[in-house]
T-cell receptor, first 112, second 111 residues
Framework: NAGVTQTPKFQVLKTGQSMTLQCAQD?????MSWYRQDPGMGLRLIHY???????DQGEVPNGYNVSRSTTEDFPLRLLSAAPSQTSVYFC???????????FGPGTRLLVL | DAKTTQPPSMDCAEGRAANLPCNHS???????VYWYRQIHSQGPQYIIH???NNETNEMASLIITEDRKSSTLILPHATLRDTAVYYC????????????FGTGTRLTIIP
């Protein structure tokens, strides 16, 4: 199993540009989530999904959209990037019981 | 309000046991204690979790006090690769309660 994969690893955007951060898992996990991590801080939950077709907001959802059309994929969309969205983004997945979460390697995003 | 309190940083000599404390005085009966760690520039990694009994796996041991108000993660023979930020998290495993990461303890293993 590849586990949780994220692309791209690095991205530089200009203010106002849009992009999609990709996340995929091959463990048939029901639960997937997106976090952001700013320097010196813990992870903050952006959006999550408990299964295909179901998404919900986390702690810091503003400026981000998600969809879950398949069990495997959970993309995160930035419709109009802002410098405040400069961060490291982590995707995670877990089985339905959510006992453990498996994290991807992260995407480092810089918005100028 | 934070559910857990951890020291911001700790040092441990290589080869010795690293004992990382965590206070969770407001833990409720259905909440488990989880430990994750984050090695520099990587995604967090699950270590161990428990409810009230002590737990051990290939990575670490988790000691939970009888009143469940605090716990200690033990890395029995720390290596340089154990240098990381360690997060103690309490959450219920049913429903949709999320993992809430605080700022954790930055553990540095000294050669």
């Amino acid at each position: 199993n590849a586990g949780v994969t994220q692309t791209p690893k690095f991205q530089v955007l200009k203010t106002g540009q849009s992009m999609t951060l990709q996340c995929a898992q091959d463990m048939n996990h029901e639960y997937m989530s997106w976090y952001r991590q700013d320097p010196g801080m813990g992870l903050r939950l952006i959006h999550y999904s408990v299964g295909a077709g179901i998404t919900d907001q986390g702690e810091v959802p503003n400026g981000y959209n998600v969809s879950r059309s398949t069990t495997e994929d959970f993309p995160l969309r930035l419709l109009s990037a802002a410098p405040s969205q400069t961060s490291v983004y982590f995707c995670a997945s877990s089985p339905q019981d959510q006992e453990t979460q498996y994290f991807g390697p992260g995407t480092r995003l810089l918005v100028l | 309000d934070a559910k857990t309190t951890q020291p911001p940083s700790m040092d441990c000599a290589e080869g010795r046991a690293a004992n990382l404390p965590c206070n969770h005085s407001t833990i409720s009966g259905n909440e488990y204690v989880y430990w994750y760690r984050q090695i520099h520039s990587q995604g967090p990694q699950y270590i161990i979790h428990g409810l009230k009994n002590n737990e051990t796996n290939e990575m670490a041991s988790l000691i939970i006090t009888e009143d469940r108000k605090s716990s200690t993660l033990i890395l029995p023979h720390a290596t340089l690769r154990d240098t990381a930020v360690y997060y103690c998290i309490v959450r219920a495993t049913f429903g949709n309660e999320k993992l809430t990461f605080g700022t954790g303890t930055r553990l540095t293993i000294i050669p």
